[in-house]
């Protein structure tokens, strides 16, 4: 474990349960973060990966199972609730305007006015800010997001994400449509916000990307839980076969996770 080994998990799931009509999408779903751990979420396309996210962030409601932030149980009802608790997801298509510059979108719905008018001096100061803060390469905070590279537009949908001070960030195959440079600069990205004490979680069926800055990774197959593995005592290899095999194990619970 990368982050305090002492601390309270900053987010603790446990046994989430969630159908769509006849299919039982997560059964008994439990997961373990702790403050500035780097967690990987991998599985088949119907593992339920996107669908547990979906239940923390609040944009799904879950049929059973509880939901614990830093040790307070949450039961959030939309993705402004979790917000407000400090938890912030990126989808794959980024959500941003490519109509409208760079500032405009890391502020987009909450423009900081002066009486009437948008203060626009104080955007892109600010804007400017987080993107120094995420160390990210954008040539300007005036420039349209639709000319952007995909790696870049990612930068601004990541710098958006943290205009708002979270303290997870749930990345949904980050890396999927990027270049090496691109895929690189992100994953240089996720350790700068680790260093600064982010939780993460990474959908990707990318392994390499998850080895090369993740702690742990979490194996769902068919809506359960079935592996977890820390990095630092596990390969590729090792995760693929119990992606392939789904032989289900016992989930680490909190205590364990935090004595490994």
Not at 148 to 172: H, N, T, Y
Not at 204 to 231: C, P, W
Request: proline letters at 3%; glycine letters at 8%; hydrophobic letters at 40%.
């Amino acid at each position: 474990m990368q982050g305090d080994s002492q601390s309270t998990p900053i987010v603790e799931m446990r046994g989430i349960e969630k159908a769509f009509g006849a299919v039982q999408a997560l059964r008994s779903v439990d997961l373990v973060l702790y403050p500035g751990e780097i967690l990987g979420l991998v599985g088949d396309n119907s593992a339920g990966k996107s669908t547990l996210m979906k239940i923390l962030t609040g944009a799904y409601q879950r049929d059973a199972g509880e939901i614990l932030v830093a040790g307070r149980p949450v039961h959030f009802k939309s993705p402004h609730e979790s917000r407000d608790a400090g938890i912030e997801m990126i989808y794959q298509d980024f959500a941003l305007c490519g109509n409208m510059d760079v500032g405009q979108n890391i502020f987009l719905g909450r423009w900081p006015v002066t009486g009437p008018f948008v203060n626009r001096r104080q955007m892109y100061a600010e804007a400017d800010k987080v993107l120094k803060r995420l160390k990210v390469d954008v040539n300007s905070v005036y420039q349209k997001v639709e000319s952007l590279s995909g790696g870049r537009q990612q930068s601004v949908a990541i710098a958006r994400a943290i205009s708002f001070e979270p303290r997870v960030v749930i990345l949904d195959e980050p890396t999927a449509n990027l270049s090496v440079m691109a895929t690189q600069r992100l994953l240089e990205t996720m350790l700068e916000l680790k260093k600064q004490g982010v939780a993460q979680i990474i959908i990707s069926h990318r392994l390499v990307d998850i080895f090369a800055v993740g702690d742990r990774v979490m194996v769902l197959k068919r809506g359960e839980y079935v592996g977890d593995r820390y990095i630092q005592h596990s390969d590729e290899q090792e995760v693929l076969e119990i992606i392939v095999s789904g032989t289900r194990e016992r989930a680490l619970s909190a205590d364990q996770s935090r004595e490994a």
